[in-house]
């Protein structure tokens, strides 16, 4: 099993482009997630999803959207790149019952200049 | 508010025990979990308790969970250079979601 994949893994944007981060899991996790890590903020939740076709706000959802067609991934966009969004992104993925223990992909590192 | 705290750095030597410390805010938290994060890595679930826990043991780690004073330890037993990494604590706040705290950097000197 891969575990939790993201691609790609490092993007250079200009302010103002767009795009799309990609995570896809093999593990048949009901829960996705989307977090941002910043040097001595720890993660924060960007977005979250419990299920296929479903997406809700975590603490930090301003500037992203994302979608969830197909169960094993889950998309984040960026429509309009600003360089407060310069940043190193991690995926997740858990079950949807007991400890909900998250499997974490290896993370994106975007930055917009 | 919702903070997570730990302490940012901690130096210790190679063979001797390392303490990491934490506290949380949300008493109603029903897991705790440390995550271990190696460099350019994504973080990966090391251990977690169970509210109603006061102590969980793993092989060399155990955790202490003292929910009077909402602090969570994690006591790394021989550490060895290999256990050099991020440290991060965390406390569930239902349906799966997490909040993190700062993380702390272990360094292991030979």
């Known amino acids: 099993n891969a575990g939790v994949t993201q691609t790609p893994k490092f993007r250079v944007l200009k302010t103002g482009q767009s795009m799309t981060l990609l995570c896809a899991q093999d593990m048949n996790h009901e829960y996705m997630y989307w977090y941002r890590q910043d040097p001595g903020m720890g993660l924060r939740l960007i977005h979250y999803s419990v299920g296929e076709g479903t997406t809700a706000k975590g603490e930090v959802p301003d500037g992203y959207n994302v979608s969830r067609l197909k169960k094993q991934n889950f998309l984040l966009g960026l429509e309009s790149a600003a360089p407060s969004q310069t940043s190193v992104y991690f995926c997740?993925?858990?079950?949807?019952?007991?400890?909900?223990?998250?499997?974490f992909g290896p993370g994106t590192r975007l930055t917009v200049t | 508010g919702e903070d997570v705290e730990q302490s940012l750095f901690l130096s210790v030597r190679e063979g001797d025990s390392s303490v990491i410390n934490c506290t949380y805010t949300?008493?109603?938290?029903?897991?705790l979990y440390w995550y271990k994060q190696e460099p350019g890595a994504g973080l990966q679930l090391l251990t977690y308790?169970?509210?109603?826990?006061d102590m969980k043991q793993d092989q060399r780690l155990t955790v202490l969970l003292n929910k009077k004073d909402k602090h969570l330890s994690l006591r790394i037993a021989d550490t060895q250079t290999g256990d050099s990494a991020i440290y991060f604590c965390?406390?569930?706040?239902?349906?799966?979601?997490?909040?993190f705290g700062q993380g702390t950097e272990l360094s292991v000197k030979p």
């Open positions: 965390a406390e569930s706040k239902g349906g799966g979601k997490l909040i």
């Open positions: 949300d008493s109603s938290s029903t897991y």
């Open positions: 308790i169970f509210s109603n826990m």
């Open positions: 997740a993925s858990s079950s949807m019952s007991g400890a909900y223990e998250q499997y």
